[in-house]
């Protein structure tokens, strides 16, 4: 039986880099969500060949803002994970899907980790995504193409640290 692949641990910089871009994406994504129950569920393909999920459920409200979030460790999960997505060199590949409670059917959007960032999928990369395994009960969500998350790059990583 082959061994698996060791994953090497990213420095510093490119993971305080990806961090600045995870919360940047974090706050596109919010933002381009708008007023809701949301659902976010991000899975990536590791280099190692493992696959790691996370899903954090958040509402969100303009009038008056404010940001609640169901479960502050799994938003925390979800945020790493997006971080070591984002900085590329431990996942192969990161799909992230957003779920909003609508009646009368809840609607979904992605995006796909390329490139440290993330890119919206197409609604037939969607669908994909959210069909339930055979047999198992799911609602059925109405999928949208992905709004593109405006990237606002910082200035260390354009330059040679980053």
Same mark, same amino acid.
């Given at each position: 039986?082959?061994?698996?692949?060791?994953?090497?641990?990213?420095?510093?910089?490119?993971?305080?880099?990806?961090?600045?871009?995870?919360?940047?994406?974090? &706050?596109?994504?919010?933002?381009?969500?708008?007023?809701?129950?949301?659902?976010?569920?991000?899975?990536?393909?590791?280099?190692?060949?493992?696959?790691?999920?996370?899903?954090?459920?958040?509402?969100?409200?303009? &009038?008056?803002?404010?940001?609640?979030?169901?479960?502050?460790?799994?938003?925390?999960?979800?945020?790493?994970?997006?971080?070591? &997505?984002?900085?590329?060199? #431990?996942?192969?590949?990161?799909?992230?899907?957003? #779920?909003?409670? #609508?009646?009368?059917?809840?609607?979904?959007?992605?995006?796909?980790?390329?490139?440290?960032?993330?890119?919206?999928?197409?609604?037939? !990369?969607?669908?994909?995504?959210?069909?339930?395994?055979?047999?198992?009960?799911?609602?059925?969500? !109405?999928?949208?193409?992905?709004?593109?998350?405006?990237?606002?790059?910082?200035?260390?990583? !354009?330059?040679?640290?980053?």
């Amino acid at each position: 039986m082959p061994a698996r692949p060791e994953l090497t641990r990213p420095a510093d910089a490119a993971i305080a880099a990806a961090m600045s871009r995870t919360l940047t994406a974090l &706050a596109a994504l919010l933002q381009v969500l708008g007023d809701g129950e949301h659902t976010l569920n991000l899975v990536a393909e590791r280099t190692d060949d493992t696959f790691v999920r996370a899903q954090a459920d958040l509402s969100i409200s303009t &009038a008056p803002l404010r940001l609640a979030v169901l479960d502050e460790d799994d938003y925390c999960a979800l945020r790493a994970l997006l971080v070591f &997505a984002l900085e590329g060199s #431990t996942v192969r590949s990161a799909v992230l899907i957003a #779920t909003t409670a #609508t009646e009368p059917h809840p609607r979904a959007c992605g995006w796909t980790v390329r490139n440290g960032w993330l890119h919206p999928m197409d609604t037939a !990369e969607v669908q994909q995504a959210v069909i339930p395994c055979p047999g198992v009960p799911a609602v059925r969500r !109405e999928v949208y193409d992905a709004p593109v998350l405006p990237r606002i790059t910082d200035t260390d990583e !354009e330059g040679p640290r980053g």
